[in-house]
């Protein structure tokens, strides 16, 4: 009985060790519909997996993509941003793979997602946000947008190939700083030229995260 044990523990060792540990994928949800381009590496052993997805992030222009960006379509043209992302990932596995050829392993995860934004519109005008009141404005933005996000996940492995879904609640925080050289509320006619002045604009609200990844094991 002790051998059957042993050797029953000592075969899962093994196919363990045997199993892909490199994870590299792209994101589609990303990169179709918010205007992102990235990859994601995870390392995987046992019960752990620790990774990062890196990108950039271009001006495509989409209106509806501000929502997918900064949960919002409230605060700021971000669509017509560039900028780059960095989201650092833990992921603690709640099975193990049975086998080296296919695996279906289910997962809870801590992601923090962080996306630096720039835009210089001294020469046009954009959409600034709402607030008390839609306003316009030109000038140079730098935004920091940081959101921590604990979700639930599912990585379907089949040998060097896997899907990995994922979604679940977090918080979002935007940070936007400004040197605006010209405003205007209510409608963009209404433009007013000024001195240039420094504005700071930050507001935090619930978000969801959801994501698709499609890639390689090895």
């Known amino acids: 009985m002790v051998s059957t044990v ?21 994101n589609l949800i990303n990169c179709l519909a918010i205007d992102q381009a990235g990859i994601n590496y995870e ?21 509806y993509s501000r929502l997918l960006i900064s949960g919002t379509t409230q605060e700021g043209s971000f669509e017509y941003y560039d900028g780059f992302f960095i989201n650092p990932q833990l992921n603690f596995y709640l099975s193990k793979p049975k086998s080296t050829k296919t695996a279906k392993l289910c997962y809870l995860a801590l992601k923090i997602n962080y996306k630096y934004l720039y835009m210089d519109s001294t020469n ?8 008390d009141r839609p306003y316009y404005h030109k000038g140079i933005d730098k935004v920091n947008i940081l959101s921590p996000y604990v979700f639930f996940g599912v990585k379907y492995v089949a ?7 994922n979604l679940g609640p977090g918080w979002t925080f935007v940070g936007q700083s400004m040197l605006v050289v010209g405003d205007s509320q209510y409608h963009p006619s209404n433009f007013n030229q000024r001195p240039p002045y420094k504005a700071f604009r930050g507001r935090d609200h619930f978000s969801f995260t959801l994501n698709l990844n499609i890639g390689g094991a090895f």
Not at 6 to 25: C, R, V
Not at 43 to 63: D, E, M, S
Not at 124 to 131: D, F, N, R
């Open 6 to 26: 042993l050797h029953a523990q000592i075969k899962d060792s093994t196919s363990l060790k045997k199993f892909p540990h490199h994870y590299f994928s792209v």
């Open 43 to 63: 390392y995987y052993h046992g019960r752990w997996g620790i990774g990062a997805t890196v990108g950039y992030k271009y001006a495509g222009g989409r209106n």
């Open 124 to 131: 046009w005008i954009i959409y600034g946000g709402t607030g």
């Open 159 to 165: 040998r060097h190939f896997f899907i990995d879904f």
